[in-house]
């Protein structure tokens, strides 16, 4: 049976919910005396059942569960500390914090557990600082508790790191680009003579791509080998150039004959983007690729990924489209892996170049991309959102909408993203952190950064700009897509089991002239005996997981 699936976009992939939000605890009873002894047997029961589905990898369904049991016997920690693990497998940051805390106020005695839940979600949405504070609370309780010793040394010097690096960045410091090529007119990075792979092509001393060495690339990297450094960067500045002509709304048209592919989050499953691209077909001039962020972190093959898709952009600037992740930046980067994988691959000397170089180069990737039917709609139906000219038009962002509904595609076109960073707020961070939720209006993130927006919200901004549908990543789906939003917001992943363990789908969603879409699904590929996370720095990859 073929790993491949397609379906109309009017049939629903969709899952339910990752989980529901934290009840509200004015409503929950909490004298242990007021929870009848039949509500306590249940309560024990869905625990287990939910205990049971968090083993075999189901974490949607734990947390459902878990919910469950805690309607039913609000005082019991285990099931708030456990319903915090499973929200941290689904990413929902913000409301493990939520339940990691309450279980402590519940039980202060149970918290050596639940400290250490709550400092890996501080670790998660980048506050070392707090994490440092609950890794010594655990220590005053278990003072030989060396491994929770050596997180908290390790996030201690993280933290050093961080603020010796704000220490010496100045005012006007030389693009990495420009520092780059001097290095290369001075002969500082020069290939060794003793490389024996796939050699990258130039004519009057300057390189280009092609597509027999990006096959060439391809296969040396699944023999397990780096390329040398000039190449990388020859790569990363290739697609540099192409990227800095773009805006940080790009449009792309989609004329008759022409399909175009939007692929979600791969974060760096090198294996998964080969069999992925085996099922797309490359960029050419009849179809075109768009990867919607996040390409890097978590996989331990990042910089194969990153460099295949730099290549294609380099090689083929108008066939290729990317689109810029919450993980296109330097702080993720530093937390989730890249930036050890690229000390490890590309050696500690050259890496405060190449961390420039690399870490960098994610500030001139485009924020969102505006893709455009050329032809009038071909189904008849339930009446889409068109343009002012009678097409369908999908904006496809990494994360989604915004904390106002008055945000235009013009605004959005006119954002200064070269030499930013995304931060905890404002337009940049909702575009690459925001997630739908099932509610009407707006609501705090799960995450602990960023939004939650609700189908009205998705509704009014369509209608405001003339937009068919939101496209974005960002969250796993186990079925690899979603619709939701009553068809107005589809969420596309493409990570298939990720980060080796959430069992879920990859999907991408493939558009047409006329705007239909195709949603094809796939399974996960054999990879080498790598896990991920593998080159977080620091011990602290145990708490990335």
């Known amino acids: 049976m073929s790993d491949q699936s397609t379906s109309s976009p009017s049939l629903s992939a969709s899952t339910p919910p990752s989980s529901v939000p934290s009840p509200e605890l004015g409503k929950l009873q909490l004298n242990n005396d007021d929870v009848s002894d039949e509500d306590k047997k249940e309560a024990l029961r869905l625990k287990a059942e939910a205990n049971k589905a968090f083993t075999s990898h189901d974490f949607n369904n734990a947390a459902r569960l878990y919910s469950e049991s805690i309607e039913k016997n609000p005082n019991e920690p285990t099931v708030w500390c456990n319903r915090a693990y499973a929200r941290m497998k689904l990413e929902e940051y913000g409301y493990a914090l939520n339940d990691a805390s309450h279980a402590i106020t519940l039980d202060p005695k149970y918290a050596k557990r639940i400290i250490g839940a709550r400092a890996m979600c501080y670790m998660q949405i980048l506050r070392p600082q707090q994490a440092v504070a609950d890794f010594k609370k655990i220590l005053v309780l278990e003072p030989q508790n060396e491994t929770v010793r050596s997180q908290m040394v390790s996030t201690q010097k993280l933290i050093r790191k961080i603020e010796f ?22 002969g500082g990075c020069e290939v060794d003579a003793s490389y024996a792979g796939p050699k990258l092509p130039s004519e009057d001393g300057k390189y280009y791509m092609t597509q027999e060495f990006l096959q060439q690339m391809i296969q040396w990297f699944k023999d397990g080998k780096s390329l040398p450094k000039r190449y990388a960067w020859e790569i990363v500045i290739g697609a540099h150039d192409q990227f800095i002509k773009e805006d940080s709304l790009e449009t792309v048209n989609i004329e008759e004959g022409v399909t175009c592919d939007v692929i979600g989050d791969v ?73 050890g994988e690229a000390k490890h691959k590309h050696g500690e000397q050259a890496y405060k170049v190449d961390s420039c170089l690399f870490f960098n180069l994610s500030e001139p990737v485009p924020l969102a991309t505006l893709v455009s039917a050329t032809k009038p709609p071909s189904t008849k139906g339930k009446e889409a959102i068109l343009s002012p000219e009678g097409l369908k038009r999908f904006f496809v962002v990494h994360g989604g909408l915004f904390s106002k509904d008055e945000v235009t595609l013009e605004d959005i076109r006119k954002l200064d993203r070269v030499g930013r960073q995304p931060g905890q707020e404002g337009l940049m961070c909702e575009l690459l952190w925001t997630d739908p939720q099932e509610m009407p209006g707006r609501g705090p993130s799960k995450r602990g950064v960023g939004i939650a927006f609700g189908p009205d919200v998705t509704k009014r901004w369509c209608t405001l700009n003339g937009v068919a549908g939101v496209i974005r990543s ?41 705007g239909n879409r195709e949603y094809t699904q796939f399974e996960a590929s054999p990879h080498p005996p790598m896990k991920p996370m593998a080159y977080v720095q ?8």
């Open 267 to 339: 974060h760096g499953q090198f294996y998964d983007v080969l069999h992925l691209f085996s099922l797309t077909g490359p960029p050419t001039e009849k179809h075109y690729v768009l990867m919607n962020g996040d390409l890097v972190d978590r996989g331990s093959w990042s910089i194969e990924v990153i460099l295949l898709a730099f290549a294609y952009k380099w090689l083929y600037p108008k066939y290729m489209y990317i689109n810029r992740g919450n993980h296109e930046a330097k702080d993720m980067n530093r937390t989730y892996g890249f930036e």
């Open 538 to 545: 620091g011990g602290l990859g145990s708490l990335m997981m």
């Open 165 to 186: 690096e704000k220490a010496i960045e100045v005012e006007g410091e030389k693009d990495p680009v420009i520092r780059c090529r001097e290095i290369i007119a001075e």
């Open 474 to 514: 960002h969250e796993v789906r186990q079925n690899g897509y979603e619709i939701e939003h009553d068809g107005l917001c589809t969420t596309v992943f493409s990570a298939p089991n990720y980060v080796d363990q959430s069992g879920n789908k990859g999907a991408f969603i493939r558009i047409d002239a006329a």
